[in-house]
């Protein structure tokens, strides 16, 4: 039968697509991606049938629109901007994945009592996406976003995808919305994964199905400040983390927990907390969002990841450039003294990248690093890492993957 662009309100609940197409100009390109081909739609639709029409609609096809995006990017700041698409893929009791699909950008149902609702289980991960001056598209470092989130779902209970599949996902959707992608220098798509229990649970257990989830948006600098130095106070009455919890994982509950300490912190002109141990209250753990590092004589100092400390992308990266550059970086208990007495501070993650720290403040003493100006190596560090992931410069770590378009 023939579908048309009118009759689609009368059809049963969909992806948000009708509204999409009528807000969209399309192209009549076909996009091949990851070894599909995903056509472009005409103004109507094909189906064998009314009960066939939500494949139909919503499976196997990425609508890619040759309209410009109108945004600001020279003032792009790090908020949701509501991009084209999102991949959806399902997980039932088996604990195997559904190939997943690429679906219009928009809401998700959820029972009130999905097990991400109720009891917290959840996991999500964050990742970039960078427009070479050439204009393809890279990915840094994927398939460790990948295995840290099958690390993190096994400590909360959860199936993952493998390796493959998200790594595959992430391609698709960032291809489907590569209109969005920044162009060289002004920003990059932010690549956020969300792993979580929707199946419905009362009693305390897994939940019995689960939803793996990836959206984009583009962005700036997470921190207003940009490259120029941030301005941290160290938490003396909350703690992020304790041993045998879950500070080592991605998992949401984790970001619930450093709101407050965080409100009042920049209600006090902050930047962020640094948060101590909570053993001994004398030992860096790390900021709200992002590791620490600290800078003493040449030698480069970050806390030890043991299991109260994410095992950030950027950290890794962080630490592996130093070391190429000839630095010795030194993964250890760090104490509070020595973070008031280094010569140098800066934070790293995958929203921020490297963010030079201008001051700590810590019972009231407040301490300046560099005359609130850029620090030498973190400097040299951002320079170095930035333009590995915007491709401009050789990739010798292996690094980066490019996406064909």
Known sequence: MELSLASLGALPPAPPLAGWLTRHSLS????????????????????????????????????????????????????????????????GPDGNFSEGEVLPFGPIAVSPSAGVLNYGQGLFEGLKAYRKTD???????????????????????????????FVDAVKQTVLA??????????????????????????????????????????????????????????????HRASPGGTGGVKTIGNYASVLKAQKIAKGKGYSDVLYLDAVHDKYLEEVSSCNIFVVKDNVISTP?????????????????????????????????????????????????????????????????????GVGVISQQLYKSLTSLQMGLVEDCMGWTVQLNQ
């Open 28 to 91: 009549p390109c076909l996009n091949k991606i990851q070894n599909h081909i995903y056509s472009m739609p005409s103004l109507s639709y094909k189906v064998p049938s009314v009960t066939e029409c939500h494949a139909s609609l919503s499976t196997n096809y990425i609508r890619e629109t040759s309209q410009a995006v109108d945004l600001d990017w020279e003032n792009l700041g790090f908020g949701l901007v509501e991009t084209d698409f999102m991949y959806v893929a399902k997980c």
């Open 135 to 165: 204009g393809s598209i890279l990915l840094f470092r994927p398939e460790e976003n990948a295995t840290r989130m099958i690390t993190g779902a096994d400590r909360m209970c959860m199936p993952a995808p493998t390796v493959e599949q």
């Open 304 to 372: 030890a990841i043991k299991g109260t400390i994410l095992p950030g992308i950027t950290r890794k990266s962080i630490i592996e450039v130093a070391q190429s550059k000839g630095f010795k970086v030194e993964e250890r208990l760090v104490s509070v003294h020595e973070l008031l007495n280094a010569d140098e501070v800066f934070c790293t993650g995958t929203a921020v990248v490297v963010s030079p720290v201008g001051s700590i403040t810590y019972l009231g003493k407040r301490v300046e690093y560099g005359n609130q």
């Open 177 to 238: 919305n590569k209109r969005w992608v920044p162009p060289t220098g002004k920003g990059s798509l932010y690549i956020r994964p969300l792993l979580m229990g929707s199946g419905a649970v009362l009693g305390l257990a897994p939940a019995p199905e689960y939803t793996f989830i990836i959206f984009v948006s583009p962005v700036g600098n997470y921190f207003k400040e940009g490259l120029s130095p941030i301005n941290l106070i160290v938490e003396d009455k909350f």
